[in-house]
């Protein structure tokens, strides 16, 4: 897996847009950028991925740099719930099932009214 | 209609009993998983099945075994249970090239 770097706090506003990035420069070019968010011990859940190009889904929006060195997760209206632990992960493209994500220790994101 | 489930959600038991935890998955994925959160928060993989075969085994005591009956089921056996192993142990599953999809953990304490 490519090594992946985030904050390990960031603070947002009910209703504004929540910015998460990062880094992962070494990742190679079959690497898909994948995030999850876990929500207070529950188990982790699936936000989005991509590969290069930007991807956008009811939950978020993923911008990937032109050189793939980094990622910003976007949520575009913060609400409480938003409130998480958000991972993000490169791991091996699946040339066979059961590809391992490794977790490193993501950025926790406190949205506040 | 859950899609990953687990059995115990709580599990606390005495230092060396023998215990097992239950995941099963409605999503007709092909792979399952068993991950380790620990008291520090860490999520660590321990063992993947795919098509009821063992493909992945990090470096976990053999006290741990993992069964999988069919691909919807994949358990977790733990014998000799030691303080260590108290943690959040979560089941996943997924197709070919495709997101996981966790469940909602058991929490193993041992007394």
């Known amino acids: 897996d490519a090594k992946t770097t985030q904050p390990p706090s960031m603070d947002c506003a009910e209703g504004r847009a929540a910015n998460l990035p990062c880094n992962h420069s070494?990742?190679?070019?079959?690497?898909?950028v994948y995030w999850y968010r876990q929500i207070h011990s529950q188990g982790p859940q699936y936000i989005i991925h991509?590969?290069?190009n930007n991807e956008t889904n009811e939950m978020a929006s993923l911008i990937i740099t032109e050189d793939r060195k980094s990622s910003t997760l976007i949520l575009p209206h913060a609400t409480l719930r938003d409130t998480a632990v958000y991972y993000c992960?490169?791991?091996?493209?699946?040339?066979?099932?059961?590809?391992?994500?490794?977790f490193g220790k993501g950025t926790t994101l406190s949205v506040s009214s | 209609d859950t899609a990953v489930s687990q059995t115990p959600k709580y599990l606390v038991t005495q230092m060396g009993n023998d215990k097992s935890i239950k995941c099963e998955q409605n999503?007709?994925?092909?792979?399952m998983y068993w991950y380790k959160q620990d008291s520090k928060k860490f999520l660590k993989i321990m063992f993947s099945?795919?098509?009821?075969?063992?493909?992945i085994n990090e470096t976990v005591p053999n006290r741990f075994s993992p069964k999988s009956p069919d691909k919807a089921h994949l358990n977790l056996h733990i014998n000799s249970l030691e303080l260590g192993d108290s943690a959040v142990y979560f089941c996943?599953?997924?197709?070919?090239?495709?997101?996981?999809?966790f469940g909602d953990g058991t929490r193993l304490s041992i007394l």
């Open positions: 991509g590969l290069k």
């Open positions: 999503l007709g994925h092909d792979t």
């Open positions: 996943a599953s997924s197709q070919r090239n495709q997101p996981q999809h």
């Open positions: 070494t990742i190679s070019g079959n690497e898909y």
């Open positions: 992960i490169a791991p091996p493209r699946f040339n066979q099932a059961g590809t391992a994500l490794i």
């Open positions: 099945y795919n098509n009821k075969e063992l493909i």
